[in-house]
């Protein structure tokens, strides 16, 4: 058995169940990737059993804080049970679930979604990597699925030393598939999508769009970083009159054309834009174009609080940029999925970019992600998401 040995006062985050341990808490010790290593404080006591990630700055990440407790497939077996047993009952009006959402189930370094009949997974540490066959296993036996799609191809795997693996880890078959989500069908390809396929974490914002839309009889929507449209079909189902979808990414947008016709939506109710957000909101600055609805969804801009101050500066822009183009009395629905940004930072950018564009708003809601992403008490850190929607108030 290997021994971490932690400098003086380095356990404190430990005993408050805190499950990472940083290379420079470490005062002696080592391990193989992914071995299961015994982390104790600077005079012997056990804080600890986790992962050994040899080239990380997380170097452990923890699987049990008991002391008896054997790190065995078993064990890894019953957290996924209880990460996909967790969620069973909560109703969730999706067939597109997250099942395990990394350090918030006790699985640190492991993402699995649901997309119907089929898991994808993510293993982004050596722990998960070195424990992948028992945990797919596991992942099948609890969910009684026979596909899982793996897609470790998630930026954080360089940082463990880990090489870049997609493909079907368990069963197999078409890559292309459709959920139902609020009873829209919205369709998604787990091997060439983003991330595992789809934004999850989206869907209770999605579902509020579209009753602000009905609610406020909003009609002309411009969905910003649409990706495969999710926003723009919650816009028209809401009743909006027209959608202009904007994306980078071409293959995200001829996805979103293709869910607008699955939902039945006039192609004449819909415009996709292959471009730059900032250089759109831009010109249709310029040209006088203005929208009742205005969605921001930009990807995570700053993933830790060192990016912070640069994607502060980065949301400021897009945001006021937004507010301006925005009727009176419009709405904006803004997010940010930036670790590295708070909710009360957040908050505070919309502010000032309120300010800049001479516009106040009335704030309709707060938002966070959806509940199968969810943060413990434990880990604050596992909150990411977060969103305002802001109406324009009318000028007096
Ligand atoms: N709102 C979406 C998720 C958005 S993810 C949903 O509900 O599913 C962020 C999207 O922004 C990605 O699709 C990415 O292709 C796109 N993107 C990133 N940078 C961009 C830019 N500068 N201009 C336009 N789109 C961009």
Redesign the pocket.
């Given at each position: 058995m290997k021994i971490i040995r932690l400098k003086p006062g380095k356990e404190k985050s430990l005993l408050r169940r805190h499950p990472w341990v940083f290379d420079g808490a470490i005062a002696k010790g080592g391990g193989d990737p992914g071995e299961t290593v015994r982390v104790e404080s600077h005079d012997g006591a056990f804080l600890a059993w986790g992962a050994f990630s040899p080239q990380s700055r997380i170097r452990v990440r923890v699987w049990s804080f008991e002391q008896t407790q054997r790190i065995d497939a078993p064990f890894l077996a019953s957290l996924v049970k209880r990460a996909v047993e967790l969620r069973a009952n909560w109703n969730l009006p999706s067939d597109g679930v997250r099942l395990v959402h990394g350090e918030s189930d006790g699985l640190p370094g492991l993402v699995v979604d649901r997309y119907g009949d089929t898991l994808v997974a993510q293993f982004t540490s050596c722990g998960t990597e070195r424990w992948k066959a028992v945990l797919a296993d596991a992942l099948l036996e609890a969910t009684g699925l026979q596909r899982l799609y793996e897609r470790s191809d998630a930026s954080a795997r360089g940082l463990e030393g880990l090489p870049e693996v997609t493909g079907w880890l368990r069963g197999g078959g078409e890559t292309a598939l459709t959920i139902q989500e609020h009873g829209w069908r919205l369709g998604l390809d787990v091997a060439q999508g983003?991330k595992t396929g789809?934004?999850l974490d989206?869907r209770d914002s999605?579902r509020d769009c579209a009753d602000w839309v009905r609610r406020l009889g909003l009609r002309e929507v411009l969905n910003?970083?649409?990706?495969?449209g999710?926003?723009s079909v919650a816009a028209l189902a809401g009743g909006a009159e027209h959608v202009t979808s904007?994306?980078?990414?071409g293959p995200?947008l001829a996805q979103a054309a293709a869910n607008l016709a699955l939902n039945g939506f006039d192609a004449a109710r819909a415009t996709f834009l292959d471009?730059?957000?900032?250089a759109s909101l831009r010109r249709f600055l310029e040209e006088g174009r203005r929208f009742d609805a205005i969605?921001l969804?930009?990807?995570k801009l700053a993933p830790t609080a060192a990016h912070a101050e640069r994607a502060a500066r980065a949301y400021k822009d897009i945001n006021r940029l937004a507010l301006k183009i925005l009727e009176p009395g419009g709405v904006l629905f803004t997010y940010s999925c930036s670790g590295g940004i708070s909710a009360d930072l957040f908050h505070k950018i919309v502010a000032s970019a309120g300010i800049d564009a001479r516009v106040d708003g009335a704030i309709l809601q707060r938002l966070g992600g959806a509940p199968d992403h969810p943060m413990t008490l434990a880990f604050p850190e596992g909150e990411y998401l977060k969103g305002l929607v802001v109406m324009r108030t009318p000028v007096a």
């Open positions: 983003h789809y934004y989206q999605r910003c970083f649409s990706y495969t999710g926003f904007i994306d980078s990414s995200a471009a730059d957000v900032n969605v969804d930009p990807p």
